[in-house]
C-alpha cells in the first residue's frame, strides 16, 4: 500500500484493485489469533506500544449513508456513501449477492483525515459444483436414480418392491431388453445387483417403490449435499467488510458502481393561447424519472443525472476461477534384474569405507528456512510490523482538513484533483473519456427503498410556432398538428415523450430524440382534419447532346419530375402554416422552387401558407442528368439529322457518322460477295454429288458417262477459282473491318 501526503488535507485512497498488502495485513494478525494492530505477541491493540495508544477495531453498521448518487443512461449508477469513524472500525456494507461483481469492479475507499485504509474483505463464493462435488454422494449433474445407484456401488441399502423389501449390498445397475405386450422392439428395464445373505440377487427398478440407505454417514452426506443447494438458492445478500485504521475520529467515503434501471425523461409542451401575441412562447416542462430498486432508502441524497454512456460491462469477479492443470504421471525408475557374475581370478579386493567426516554436516532448519525467505525478507518483515504496529506514517487527522457537509446540504463530490493528488500510484495509464452532460439537482432528494420519484428539471420558456405537417407517405389526404421548437435553453433535451397541451386541453402526443441547444426539431400530435391535400405527379425525359467519345455515341439526357400539391383550409377562423416534406433522391436537383425552408438528409421541407378558408398551391420540380454510351452505328441517320436541326448533335458528328456509316456499307459489300460465293460453292457441291451418284448406274463406255465426266471436270474447275475468290474476299472483309476500327479508335467528336 503506499499512502502520499499534503501539508493540510492527509487522504489515503485505495481500490480493490490494490487491497493485497492492506488485506494480508490484516489476515495475519487475525489469523494469528491476535487482535488487528498486534504482532508477534505485541500488546493488544488497546495498550501502550511505542508511545503511542491504538484501539481494537470496532464493528460498525450504517456508519456510511448514501449522501451522492449519480445516475447514467447506460444502466448503472455512481453511489458515495461518506460517514464517520473513530479509531479502528470496521464498515459492514450489504449487498445483493448479483451485485458484489460491480462492486469487486469498482470500489473506491477514501480516508480524508489520513487513516490506513487495512482492506476490504467478503465471503467468498466456492463454485456450486465443486461444494457439491465434495460430499460424499455428488449430485453436482443432477444424476438420476440409477446414475446415483452406480455411485454407491459397495453400500448397503434396503429396496422395497411389491414382493417384500430386499436387503443387500450393491453390486452394481444393468439394463434389459425384455418384450412389453405385443411390441416387437424390446424395452430397457434397469436391474439392481445386489449381494446379499443368500446370493446375488437382480430386482428390477420399475417395480421397485423405494430405496432406503442404510448407511447413517451417507445419508448426512445426501442431506448435507441437498441443504446446500437450498442455502445457494436462498444466498441473496452479502456483507462486505471494509476495514479502517486510524487514531481519532474521521471522515471516509465509499463509492462504487452498480447497476441501475436506466433513468427516463418525459416532457410537458405547453401552446400558448392563439389570441395572446403573434410570436408566443413555448413552455417546456421536462421531468426526470428515478427508480430506487435498491432495500436502502435514500435520505437526503445529492443527485446528479447524466446524459452520458460510459462503457460498462459485467465480468465475475466474485466467484474463485480455478484453472486446469495438467496430470503428469509419477516418475518411476525401471526395476533392476539380478545379475550372476563369474568367479574372479585372484588379486586383492580393497573395500570403500566411508567415514563421517566425508559426509557435510547440515542445517536443515537453517537451510529450509534461508530457501523460503529472500535476503531481504527480514527487513521487509521488520518493516511491515513496524508499520502494522506503529503507523507512524498515519498522521492525526488535520484540522485544516475541508469539513464534510451532511445534513440536508448537498455534498461536494471528490474533484479529480482529489483522485490525482492523493490516490495510490497509478499502475495504467488513463485517458479522457470527454465530457458528458449532467443535470445536478440543486436540493436533496429523498427516495425511499422500491419506490420510484419524478424529479423536475426542466422548466421555462422556448421559442416555438405552430405548424400543419405533410408528408404523403404518412397520410396522403390530411397533415398532422405540429409545432416547431427550437431549444433555446443551454440544457440537453434528452429523447423521451412529450404529452402536448393546447393551452389548458391536452393535445396529443409526440416524441423526441436528442435536442442539442440551439437546434430545432418538428413535433406532430394530432391529424389536422381541417386541412385536405390533393397531388399530381408528371415527368418526361429530353435528349439534351449527343456526341462521339472513343468511337461510342454518348447521349446525354435529362429527367424531369413535378409533383403539384393543393392544400384546402376548411377551418374559416385560423390560418395554417403546412410544412411539406418532399423525399430528396439521390442524384437529382431541385429545380423549383430553388431552396427549400429546410432540409435534412433524407427530405426537403417547403413552407406553405394557408389562409382562413383558402387554398394554397405548391409544385416541386426536381431533374437528373443521365449520360448512356452506346454503339456509334446503332442509331439512323434520320434520328440522327433530327437531333442535328434541333441542336443536339453538331455537323460534325453527323460526317463522322456517314463516314463510318460508309466503311460500314463496305463491310456489308465484302459480307454480301462472301455469301454469294458460299452459296455456289455450296450448290456445286451438291451437284457433284448427284452426278456421281448417276455414272454409277450407267455403263462407263456410254455416252451419258462421258457427258457426266465432262461436266465434273468443269465444276472442278470451277470450285478452284471459288476456293480462290473465298480467299480474296475474306481478306478484303478483313481489311473493312480493320479500316472501320481504325477509324473508330480514338474518335472524338463534340
Same mark, same amino acid.
Given at each position: 500500500?503506499?499512502?502520499?501526503?499534503?501539508?493540510? $488535507?492527509?487522504?489515503?485512497?485505495?481500490?480493490?484493485?490494490?487491497?493485497?498488502?492492506?488485506?494480508?495485513?490484516?489476515?495475519?494478525?487475525?489469523?494469528?489469533?491476535?487482535?488487528?494492530?498486534?504482532?508477534?505477541?505485541?500488546?493488544?491493540? +488497546?495498550?501502550?506500544?511505542?508511545?503511542?495508544?491504538?484501539?481494537?477495531?470496532?464493528?460498525?453498521?450504517?456508519?456510511?449513508?448514501?449522501?451522492?448518487?449519480?445516475?447514467?443512461? @447506460?444502466?448503472?449508477?455512481?453511489?458515495?456513501?461518506?460517514?464517520?469513524?473513530?479509531?479502528?472500525? /470496521?464498515?459492514?456494507?450489504?449487498?445483493?449477492?448479483?451485485?458484489?461483481?460491480?462492486?469487486?469492479?469498482?470500489?473506491?475507499?477514501?480516508?480524508?483525515?489520513?487513516?490506513?485504509?487495512?482492506?476490504?474483505?467478503?465471503?467468498?463464493?466456492?463454485?456450486?459444483?465443486?461444494?457439491?462435488?465434495?460430499?460424499?454422494?455428488?449430485? +453436482?449433474?443432477?444424476?438420476?436414480?440409477?446414475?446415483?445407484?452406480?455411485?454407491?456401488?459397495?453400500?448397503?441399502?434396503?429396496?422395497?418392491?411389491?414382493?417384500?423389501?430386499?436387503?443387500?449390498?450393491?453390486?452394481?445397475?444393468?439394463?434389459?431388453?425384455?418384450?412389453?405386450?405385443?411390441?416387437?422392439?424390446?424395452?430397457?428395464?434397469? *436391474?439392481?445387483?445386489?449381494?446379499?445373505?443368500?446370493?446375488?440377487?437382480?430386482?428390477?427398478?420399475?417395480?421397485?417403490?423405494?430405496?432406503?440407505?442404510?448407511?447413517?454417514?451417507?445419508?448426512?452426506?445426501?442431506?448435507?449435499?441437498?441443504?446446500?443447494?437450498?442455502?445457494?438458492?436462498?444466498?441473496?445478500?452479502?456483507?462486505?467488510?471494509?476495514?479502517?485504521?486510524?487514531?481519532?475520529?474521521?471522515?471516509?467515503?465509499?463509492? *462504487?458502481?452498480?447497476?441501475?434501471?436506466?433513468?427516463?425523461? +418525459?416532457?410537458?409542451?405547453?401552446?400558448?393561447?392563439?389570441?395572446?401575441?403573434?410570436?408566443?412562447?413555448?413552455?417546456?416542462?421536462?421531468?426526470?424519472?428515478?427508480?430506487?430498486?435498491?432495500?436502502?432508502?435514500?435520505?437526503?441524497?445529492?443527485?446528479?443525472?447524466?446524459?452520458?454512456?460510459?462503457? @460498462?460491462?459485467?465480468?465475475?469477479?466474485?466467484?474463485?476461477? *480455478?484453472?486446469?492443470?495438467?496430470?503428469?504421471?509419477?516418475?518411476?525408475?525401471?526395476?533392476?534384474?539380478?545379475?550372476?557374475?563369474?568367479?574372479?581370478?585372484?588379486?586383492?579386493?580393497?573395500?570403500?569405507?566411508?567415514?563421517?567426516?566425508? %559426509?557435510?554436516?547440515?542445517?536443515?532448519?537453517?537451510?529450509? /528456512?534461508?530457501?523460503?525467505?529472500?535476503?531481504?525478507?527480514?527487513?521487509?518483515?521488520?518493516?511491515?510490523?513496524?508499520?502494522?504496529?506503529?503507523?507512524?506514517?498515519?498522521?492525526?487527522?488535520? @484540522?485544516?482538513?475541508?469539513?464534510?457537509?451532511?445534513?440536508?446540504?448537498? %455534498?461536494?463530490?471528490?474533484?479529480?484533483?482529489?483522485?490525482?493528488?492523493?490516490?495510490?500510484?497509478?499502475?495504467?495509464?488513463?485517458?479522457?473519456?470527454?465530457?458528458?452532460?449532467?443535470?445536478?439537482?440543486?436540493?436533496?432528494?429523498?427516495?425511499?427503498?422500491?419506490?420510484? +420519484?419524478?424529479?423536475?428539471?426542466?422548466?421555462?420558456?422556448?421559442?416555438?410556432?405552430?405548424?400543419?405537417?405533410?408528408?404523403?407517405?404518412?397520410?396522403?389526404?390530411?397533415?398532422?398538428?405540429?409545432?416547431?421548437?427550437?431549444?433555446?435553453?443551454?440544457?440537453?433535451?434528452?429523447?423521451?415523450?412529450?404529452?402536448?397541451?393546447?393551452?389548458?386541453?391536452?393535445?396529443? /402526443?409526440?416524441?423526441?430524440?436528442?435536442?442539442?441547444?440551439?437546434?430545432?426539431?418538428?413535433? $406532430?400530435?394530432?391529424?389536422?382534419?381541417? %386541412?385536405?391535400?390533393?397531388?399530381?405527379?408528371?415527368?418526361?425525359?429530353?435528349?439534351?447532346?449527343?456526341?462521339?467519345?472513343?468511337?461510342?455515341?454518348?447521349?446525354?439526357?435529362?429527367?424531369?419530375?413535378?409533383?403539384?400539391?393543393?392544400?384546402?383550409?376548411?377551418?374559416?377562423?385560423?390560418?395554417?402554416?403546412?410544412?411539406?416534406?418532399?423525399?430528396?433522391?439521390?442524384?437529382?436537383? &431541385?429545380?423549383?422552387?430553388?431552396?427549400?425552408?429546410?432540409?435534412?438528409?433524407?427530405?426537403?421541407?417547403?413552407?406553405?401558407?394557408?389562409?382562413?378558408?383558402?387554398?394554397?398551391?405548391?409544385?416541386?420540380?426536381?431533374? =437528373?442528368?443521365?449520360?448512356?454510351?452506346?454503339?456509334? &452505328?446503332?442509331?439512323?441517320?434520320?434520328?440522327?439529322?433530327?437531333?442535328?436541326?434541333?441542336?443536339?448533335?453538331?455537323?460534325?458528328?453527323?460526317?463522322?457518322?456517314?463516314?463510318?456509316?460508309?466503311?460500314?456499307?463496305? =463491310?456489308? /459489300?465484302?459480307?454480301?460477295? =462472301?455469301?454469294?460465293?458460299?452459296?455456289?460453292?455450296?450448290?456445286?457441291?451438291?451437284?457433284?454429288?448427284? =452426278?456421281?451418284?448417276?455414272?454409277?448406274? %450407267?455403263?462407263? @463406255?456410254?455416252?451419258?458417262?462421258?457427258?457426266?465426266?465432262?461436266?465434273?471436270?468443269?465444276?472442278?474447275?470451277?470450285?478452284?477459282?471459288?476456293?480462290?475468290?473465298?480467299?480474296?474476299?475474306?481478306? $478484303?472483309?478483313?481489311?473493312?473491318?480493320?479500316?472501320?476500327?481504325? *477509324?473508330?479508335?480514338?474518335?472524338?467528336?463534340?
Amino acid at each position: 500500500m503506499r499512502t502520499t501526503r499534503r501539508p493540510f $488535507a492527509p487522504l489515503a485512497l485505495v481500490s480493490i484493485a490494490g487491497l493485497a498488502l492492506g488485506i494480508a495485513l490484516f489476515d495475519r494478525d487475525t489469523k494469528a489469533g491476535l487482535p488487528a494492530g498486534t504482532q508477534n505477541g505485541a500488546a493488544p491493540a +488497546s495498550a501502550p506500544a511505542g508511545g503511542v495508544l491504538f484501539h481494537e477495531p470496532i464493528a460498525v453498521k450504517d456508519t456510511l449513508a448514501i449522501r451522492r448518487i449519480v445516475m447514467y443512461r @447506460s444502466g448503472v449508477g455512481s453511489f458515495e456513501r461518506r460517514g464517520t469513524v473513530e479509531n479502528d472500525a /470496521d464498515v459492514q456494507l450489504r449487498f445483493k449477492t448479483d451485485q458484489i461483481n460491480d462492486i469487486l469492479k469498482s470500489m473506491v475507499v477514501l480516508d480524508l483525515s489520513g487513516g490506513q485504509i487495512a482492506g476490504v474483505s467478503y465471503g467468498s463464493k466456492e463454485p456450486l459444483d465443486r461444494r457439491l462435488a465434495s460430499f460424499g454422494i455428488d449430485i +453436482s449433474s443432477n444424476p438420476s436414480l440409477t446414475d446415483l445407484l452406480e455411485q454407491l456401488r459397495g453400500s448397503k441399502v434396503s429396496v422395497t418392491t411389491a414382493d417384500g423389501a430386499v436387503n443387500g449390498t450393491i453390486l452394481g445397475v444393468e439394463i434389459r431388453g425384455e418384450a412389453q405386450g405385443e411390441s416387437k422392439e424390446p424395452i430397457k428395464v434397469h *436391474y439392481l445387483n445386489l449381494v446379499t445373505d443368500k446370493g446375488i440377487r437382480s430386482v428390477s427398478l420399475k417395480t421397485a417403490t423405494n430405496v432406503t440407505l442404510n448407511d447413517a454417514a451417507l445419508n448426512e452426506e445426501l442431506t448435507k449435499a441437498l441443504s446446500t443447494l437450498a442455502e445457494y438458492r436462498a444466498d441473496r445478500t452479502k456483507t462486505v467488510d471494509v476495514h479502517l485504521r486510524g487514531q481519532g475520529s474521521r471522515n471516509v467515503v465509499v463509492s *462504487y458502481v452498480q447497476e441501475m434501471p436506466v433513468w427516463k425523461t +418525459s416532457y410537458r409542451l405547453v401552446l400558448p393561447e392563439l389570441a395572446q401575441d403573434k410570436k408566443p412562447k413555448v413552455v417546456m416542462q421536462g421531468w426526470a424519472i428515478v427508480e430506487n430498486t435498491t432495500d436502502e432508502d435514500w435520505n437526503n441524497v445529492s443527485l446528479s443525472l447524466v446524459s452520458g454512456r460510459p462503457v @460498462s460491462f459485467r465480468m465475475d469477479l466474485y466467484e474463485p476461477l *480455478y484453472m486446469g492443470r495438467p496430470e503428469v504421471p509419477v516418475p518411476t525408475i525401471p526395476g533392476v534384474m539380478p545379475r550372476i557374475y563369474a568367479t574372479g581370478t585372484g588379486g586383492d579386493v580393497r573395500g570403500l569405507v566411508s567415514t563421517p567426516g566425508n %559426509v557435510p554436516q547440515f542445517e536443515l532448519a537453517e537451510a529450509m /528456512d534461508d530457501a523460503a525467505m529472500p535476503a531481504d525478507a527480514g527487513r521487509k518483515d521488520k518493516a511491515v510490523r513496524n508499520r502494522s504496529a506503529g503507523r507512524p506514517g498515519s498522521p492525526a487527522p488535520s @484540522s485544516a482538513a475541508e469539513p464534510m457537509m451532511l445534513g440536508k446540504s448537498v %455534498v461536494r463530490a471528490v474533484t479529480g484533483g482529489d483522485m490525482a493528488g492523493y490516490a495510490a500510484a497509478a499502475m495504467a495509464q488513463g485517458q479522457e473519456s470527454g465530457e458528458v452532460f449532467q443535470y445536478e439537482l440543486t436540493s436533496p432528494v429523498t427516495i425511499e427503498r422500491q419506490r420510484s +420519484s419524478m424529479l423536475p428539471i426542466i422548466s421555462g420558456d422556448i421559442d416555438g410556432r405552430r405548424v400543419s405537417i405533410y408528408n404523403r407517405n404518412d397520410n396522403p389526404t390530411n397533415p398532422m398538428r405540429g409545432v416547431e421548437i427550437k431549444n433555446t435553453t443551454k440544457l440537453q433535451f434528452l429523447p423521451g415523450p412529450i404529452s402536448v397541451f393546447d393551452g389548458a386541453a391536452y393535445a396529443g /402526443d409526440a416524441q423526441i430524440g436528442h435536442i442539442a441547444p440551439g437546434d430545432r426539431r418538428l413535433l $406532430a400530435y394530432a391529424v389536422d382534419l381541417d %386541412v385536405v391535400a390533393s397531388l399530381e405527379e408528371s415527368s418526361n425525359s429530353e435528349v439534351r447532346k449527343l456526341k462521339i467519345v472513343d468511337g461510342l455515341l454518348q447521349q446525354t439526357t435529362t429527367t424531369r419530375t413535378t409533383v403539384k400539391y393543393t392544400f384546402t383550409n376548411k377551418d374559416t377562423a385560423r390560418e395554417r402554416t403546412v410544412v411539406v416534406e418532399q423525399p430528396r433522391m439521390m442524384g437529382w436537383t &431541385l429545380v423549383e422552387p430553388q431552396k427549400p425552408a429546410d432540409q435534412t438528409e433524407a427530405l426537403y421541407r417547403f413552407d406553405v401558407p394557408i389562409a382562413a378558408g383558402g387554398n394554397a398551391p405548391l409544385s416541386i420540380t426536381s431533374e =437528373i442528368t443521365q449520360g448512356q454510351n452506346m454503339q456509334l &452505328l446503332s442509331y439512323d441517320l434520320g434520328t440522327l439529322l433530327q437531333y442535328s436541326k434541333n441542336g443536339k448533335a453538331s455537323e460534325k458528328v453527323v460526317e463522322a457518322f456517314r463516314e463510318a456509316a460508309k466503311r460500314q456499307a463496305a =463491310i456489308h /459489300d465484302v459480307e454480301r460477295t =462472301i455469301a454469294k460465293l458460299d452459296a455456289e460453292r455450296n450448290e456445286l457441291t451438291q451437284d457433284q454429288g448427284r =452426278i456421281r451418284e448417276n455414272m454409277g448406274r %450407267v455403263d462407263q @463406255s456410254s455416252q451419258l458417262y462421258r457427258k457426266y465426266m465432262q461436266k465434273l471436270t468443269d465444276q472442278e474447275e470451277r470450285m478452284d477459282k471459288l476456293v480462290t475468290e473465298l480467299d480474296a474476299a475474306r481478306k $478484303a472483309l478483313t481489311a473493312a473491318q480493320n479500316n472501320l476500327a481504325e *477509324y473508330l479508335r480514338g474518335l472524338n467528336v463534340e
